[in-house]
T-cell receptor, first 116, second 117 residues
Framework: AQSVTQLDSHVSVSEGTPVLLRCNYS??????LFWYVQHPNKGLQLLLK??????LVKGINGFEAEFKKSETSFHLTKPSAHMSDAAEYFC??????????????FGTGTRLQVTL | DTGVSQDPRHKITKRGQNVTFRCDPI?????LYWYRQTLGQGPEFLTY????????KSRLLSDRFSAERPKGSFSTLEIQRTEQGDSAMYLC???????????????FGEGSWLTVV
């Protein structure tokens, strides 16, 4: 079974400093991996996705993530945090094979707090 | 393209009552998903439709839950005889065909909050 582990339940950074949200995955195949963001009382917005192309994936709002097979990691980074980045972030793995349900398995989430 | 729409956004109901949520996926998306998210947790998969066919159901979907997608467009999720443990956000999502070599993108609605009192 595929799974993801988000190593931090809560991360606090100062505005303007770098952001690092950590995620490790477990998969029998070369996985498809995603990061979604959820602002309070809102649905989920896709930040970026990895689907076996370039290992460094750029997403929206200045976020990027690097797929490292040797470390089974897919950490999310941003060079400079903004107050509007405060939200819950989910690392997600998906069944990669065509013709099957794209069932997403979510991590437990990392709450990002951005302080002045 | 207006995205995935869900209705109602919030529902408060008494224990034992039935509730129904509606989801309108992105037009031309043939795959539709329902997820449930409780406070402090990530969303959990409930069920999946390809067109009008319900192809997969989670064990989380007890016999009090039923989902339909009669014409392969909008979907409904009904919960009968609600229990306090059903209080959660119910998320709908949709996607197009899967491409070989990678996962297709799944787009989520803003969710329907259910509170059972």
């Amino acid at each position: 079974a595929q799974s993801v582990t988000q190593l931090d339940s809560h991360v606090s950074v100062s505005e303007g400093t770098p952001v690092l949200l950590r995620c490790n995955y477990s998969s029998s195949y070369s996985p498809s991996l995603f990061w979604y963001v959820q602002h309070p009382n809102k649905g989920l917005q896709l930040l970026l996705k990895y689907t076996s192309a370039a290992t460094l994936v750029k997403g929206i709002n200045g976020f990027e993530a690097e797929f490292k097979k040797s470390e089974t990691s897919f950490h999310l980074t941003k060079p400079s945090a903004h107050m509007s980045d405060a939200a819950e972030y989910f690392c997600v793995v998906s069944d990669p094979w065509p013709g099957t349900a794209s069932k997403l398995t979510f991590g437990t989430g990392t709450r990002l707090q951005v302080t002045l | 393209d207006t995205g995935v729409s869900q209705d109602p956004r919030h529902k408060i109901t008494k224990r034992g009552q039935n509730v129904t949520f509606r989801c309108d996926p992105i037009s031309e998306h043939n795959r539709l998903y329902w997820y449930r998210q409780t406070l402090g947790q990530g969303p959990e998969f409930l069920t999946y439709f390809q067109n009008e066919a319900q192809l997969e159901k989670s064990r989380l979907l007890s016999d009090r839950f039923s989902a339909e997608r009669p014409k392969g467009s909008f979907s409904t999720l009904e919960i009968q005889r609600t229990e306090q443990g059903d209080s959660a956000m119910y998320l709908c999502a949709s996607s197009g065909e899967t491409n070989r070599g990678g996962g297709n993108t799944i787009y989520f609605g803003e969710g329907s909050w259910l509170t059972v009192v």
